[in-house]
Every structure is written in C-alpha cells, then in structure tokens.
C-alpha cells in the first residue's frame, strides 16, 4: 500500500517541532520509545469489551495477559488495592466515576476552574456540570493557596454528594486528610483527581490520597510519561454507598460499579495497545531511573521558580511543590495570550493560563502554566532552568523585536539540540 505521505510528512513536521523547541506545558510529557512502540502496535487491531477473562469477544487470550500486568503495576506503583485501566482519557476517567457515584442533578463541590481546577470538576461546559449541579470552592487571595475554609463553609451549606479534588494548574500539595473529614460530616465521597502530580504522588514526593479518598483517577501523560489516557483506583474497595445489589441479591461492591461504568457506562471496545503501553510505563515508573527522573522534576520547578522570583515574576502562593508553576503577568504588562503567542515565535511552547481572580477572559488570560515534565525528560537540569528563565524574560522584554525573538530561538534550538529526543 502507498504510504500517505501527507500525513506521514505532517508528522516529521511534528516531531522537529517537539525536537528543537523547548516544551514547558506543564500537562506534557515525552514518551519512551517502547512506550510509543506499544502504543502503535498490532493491538490497535483488537476488539476487548468486558474485563480480562468476562469478556464479549473471542481471542482475548492475550490481550487479557496484557491488561491484567497494567492492572498490577498500577495497583503497585500507587499501593492501590483495585484500578481500572481501560479509560482512554482523564475525562473519560472523571465521567465513569461520576455514572458510578451520581445521579442526574447530584450536588457536587469541586475547585474553581478559574481558580486552577479542571473543566471536568463541574464546569458549566462540561457533562460534569450540565448533568450535576456544581459548587465550587477556590484559592485564597491573599496566599494563593487552597480555601479550605470555604470548602468546608460550602461543604457543610450545600452537602454535595460528592467532594472533587485535584487541579490543572495549582503548585502545592493537597490536604486530603481534612477533605474526607469535612466530606465524612455530610456523607459525601471524595473524589482525588491527581492527573498532574500523579507521577510526584506514586514515588512519595508528595501526599498520598488513597488513603483518605474514596476514589482516585489520574490521566497517564503527564508526569506518568505514559500514553494518553485514564486510570481509576482506590485504596480500598467498599460496599457502594447506594445500595445497588447483584443479580444475587448482595450488595455491589465500589470496585463493581466503576468498573460498569467505565464499560459499558462510558465506553465501548478498550484501547488495548494503550493499555499495553500504559503497562509499560507503569513498569517504567517503577524503576530507580524513573525515581532519579521525578525527583529531577520537582527540583527543576523549584529551581526555575527561583529564577522568575528572581526576576520579579509574580507566582501563585509564591512557588511551588509540584511540577508546575502558574505566573501572574499582570506586573510585566502583557497577557497570557501574547505571552504564548511571541514565547511560541521563541520555540518555547507554554499556555495562557487564567490566574485566580483574573479580570481577563479565559480567552486573553493575564497568567501563563509551565511545567518541568517534559524538559527533565530531556535531561534538563536546575542550571538550564536559570538560562530558561532568562530566555523567557528577554523574549517578553522584547516582545515586539521580531529579529531578538529569533535569536532566542536559534540559542533555544541550540540547547536542545544537546539534549536529543529519539535517537535517530
Ligand atoms: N483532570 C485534570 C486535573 C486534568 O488536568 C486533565 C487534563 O488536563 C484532565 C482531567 C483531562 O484529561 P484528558 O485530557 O486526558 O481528558
């Protein structure tokens, strides 16, 4: 068959683009090759509805092997006592829970999306809050940090029935002990969505939810460096809350119901060479080398903090525990949105972010998101995190020097070229 070499040189395109640039989106990451390997695999071929060993199609027999190993390694990497792998995405994720836990016009309480949470956690565009109705919680103005208080105020006004967790751009940790006991007082569930930090949380470097939440999801790409996807897990199983029986009579089991949830609640056939590759990365994420990698990640955040303090940038809370950094711009005078625009002119690849209490649309912003996953992955360290930040601040000094742009870009271009992607 004649190769479509459209597509296939649009793809080149894409991988000089990911190659020469630096990559500061704090949700992306750079697989391994035999994470990629799997992923464009002859199991993109393969029909698997049901779970290993109950499914509804023949010759399952391997694809059963793989997804149970995924399932394993998951349950290992986050000491999880059940996990779901088949969710092709962190909102596929977040639906399959809510179908499990919810009814149509459930109260839920999540983190203001403007604040730094997900459109997932009850966003008025979103199935999250168009089928459930949504309160939400923020950060403090004056510290940045998360309101507990106002959980807690809401919580108890409102009873949700279920509490959500977990950001998109916040920089510190969470206190998970004190939500299940603010949701413990309602009889509410809590929901940790750590689809960004999952990787910091797996490896110890940040607090542990699945002892205190009664549902866990992450998405697999980010500091996971997995494929694209989903994972559900929790800590321990339980008797769902709602009574819902088996065939025979017994109460389902928690375990039961997500896993009818995600199929066939919310998906048909699952992804099996994603799975197959989620399984590899969990496997990866084991490993002392992925250790050394993540606790390089959080130490390039802390130094590349340090350096925008340094040079009067205004960070959210004033810096951070993760992976990720949200910049208030509103002092350098210039926008999210060109910020991202003349950055990008730069090979370096950020987004606009809204800061809380911004007063621009989420369209213009007055903040952008960096993250350090996928510059560690190139094996960037805390004195390339200075000179990032150096080629950040001159491309915004000079925002409309089209010729000094280029400059920054051509020494982008060249510190990346040191740090290779793939091998060729
Ligand atoms: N939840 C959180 C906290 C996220 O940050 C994201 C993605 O950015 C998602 C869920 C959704 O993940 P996906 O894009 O895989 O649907």
């Given at each position: 068959?004649?190769?479509?070499?459209?597509?296939?040189?649009?793809?080149?395109?894409?991988?000089?683009?990911?190659?020469?640039?630096?990559?500061?989106?704090?949700?992306?990451?750079?697989?391994?090759?035999?994470?990629?390997?799997?992923?464009?695999?002859?199991?993109?071929?393969?029909?698997?509805?049901?779970?290993?060993?109950?499914?509804?199609?023949?010759?399952?027999?391997?694809?059963?092997?793989?997804?149970?190993?995924?399932?394993?390694?998951?349950?290992?990497?986050?000491?999880?006592?059940?996990?779901?792998?088949?969710?092709?995405?962190?909102?596929?994720?977040?639906?399959?829970?809510?179908?499990?836990?919810?009814?149509?016009?459930?109260?839920?309480?999540?983190?203001?999306?403007?604040?730094?949470?997900?459109?997932?956690?009850?966003?008025?565009?979103?199935?999250?809050?168009?089928?459930?109705?949504?309160?939400?919680?923020?950060?403090?103005?004056?510290?940045?940090?998360?309101?507990?208080?106002?959980?807690?105020?809401?919580?108890?006004?409102?009873?949700?029935?279920?509490?959500?967790?977990?950001?998109?751009?916040?920089?510190?940790?969470?206190?998970?002990?004190?939500?299940?006991?603010?949701?413990?007082?309602?009889?509410?569930?809590?929901?940790?969505?750590?689809?960004?930090?999952?990787?910091?949380?797996?490896?110890?470097?940040?607090?542990?939810?699945?002892?205190?939440?009664?549902?866990?999801?992450?998405?697999?790409?980010?500091?996971?460096?997995?494929?694209?996807?989903?994972?559900?897990?929790?800590?321990?199983?339980?008797?769902?809350?709602?009574?819902?029986?088996?065939?025979?009579g017994e109460i389902k089991m928690m375990s039961a119901l997500l896993d009818g949830a995600v199929f066939p609640g919310t998906q048909g056939g699952p992804l099996e060479h994603i799975i197959a590759a989620k399984a590899i990365a969990f496997g990866e994420a084991l490993s002392d080398k992925y250790m050394d990698y993540i606790v390089q990640v959080k130490k390039n955040a802390q130094a590349m903090a340090a350096a925008f303090v340094a040079r009067d940038y205004k960070l959210i809370s004033g810096g951070t525990d993760n992976h990720l950094m949200l910049i208030d711009l509103s002092n350098k005078n210039i926008t999210g949105k060109l910020a991202e625009e003349v950055l990008g002119k730069a090979e370096i690849t950020v987004n606009?972010?809204?800061?809380?209490?911004?007063?621009?649309?989420?369209?213009?912003?007055?903040?952008?998101?960096?993250?350090?996953?996928?510059?560690?992955?190139?094996?960037?360290?805390?004195?390339?995190?200075?000179?990032?930040?150096?080629?950040?601040?001159?491309?915004?000094?000079?925002?409309?020097?089209?010729?000094?742009?280029?400059?920054?870009?051509?020494?982008?271009?060249?510190?990346?070229?040191?740090?290779?992607?793939?091998?060729?």
């Amino acid at each position: 068959m004649k190769k479509d070499k459209l597509i296939f040189s649009l793809i080149e395109e894409e991988e000089a683009r990911q190659e020469n640039g630096l990559e500061l989106i704090a949700s992306e990451n750079f697989v391994s090759e035999q994470v990629m390997k799997a992923a464009g695999s002859v199991l993109t071929n393969k029909y698997a509805e049901g779970l290993p060993g109950k499914r509804y199609y023949g010759g399952c027999e391997v694809v059963d092997e793989i997804e149970n190993i995924a399932i394993e390694r998951a349950k290992e990497l986050f000491n999880a006592a059940w996990a779901n792998v088949q969710p092709h995405s962190g909102a596929q994720a977040n639906a399959a829970v809510f179908l499990a836990l919810l009814n149509p016009g459930d109260k839920i309480l999540g983190f203001d999306l403007s604040h730094g949470g997900h459109l997932t956690h009850g966003s008025p565009v979103n199935f999250s809050g168009k089928i459930y109705k949504p309160f939400f919680y923020g950060v403090e103005e004056a510290t940045g940090l998360i309101n507990y208080k106002q959980l807690e105020e809401v919580a108890l006004r409102e009873k949700p029935k279920l509490i959500i967790c977990g950001a998109s751009a916040y920089s510190r940790d969470w206190d998970y002990k004190f939500i299940r006991e603010v949701a413990d007082k309602i009889g509410a569930l809590v929901l940790a969505d750590i689809s960004h930090p999952s990787g910091l949380i797996a490896r110890g470097l940040l607090a542990d939810p699945l002892p205190y939440c009664h549902v866990v999801t992450t998405t697999t790409h980010k500091t996971l460096r997995g494929p694209r996807g989903g994972l559900i897990m929790m800590g321990k199983d339980f008797e769902n809350p709602f009574g819902i029986k088996t065939p025979k009579g017994e109460i389902k089991m928690m375990s039961a119901l997500l896993d009818g949830a995600v199929f066939p609640g919310t998906q048909g056939g699952p992804l099996e060479h994603i799975i197959a590759a989620k399984a590899i990365a969990f496997g990866e994420a084991l490993s002392d080398k992925y250790m050394d990698y993540i606790v390089q990640v959080k130490k390039n955040a802390q130094a590349m903090a340090a350096a925008f303090v340094a040079r009067d940038y205004k960070l959210i809370s004033g810096g951070t525990d993760n992976h990720l950094m949200l910049i208030d711009l509103s002092n350098k005078n210039i926008t999210g949105k060109l910020a991202e625009e003349v950055l990008g002119k730069a090979e370096i690849t950020v987004n606009k972010n809204m800061v809380p209490f911004d007063k621009r649309s989420p369209f213009v912003t007055s903040g952008i998101r960096v993250g350090t996953a996928a510059i560690t992955t190139r094996g960037l360290k805390e004195k390339h995190m200075e000179k990032i930040v150096e080629f950040i601040d001159e491309a915004l000094i000079h925002h409309d020097d089209e010729p000094y742009l280029d400059k920054i870009r051509k020494k982008v271009n060249e510190m990346m070229a040191k740090h290779p992607l793939y091998k060729k």
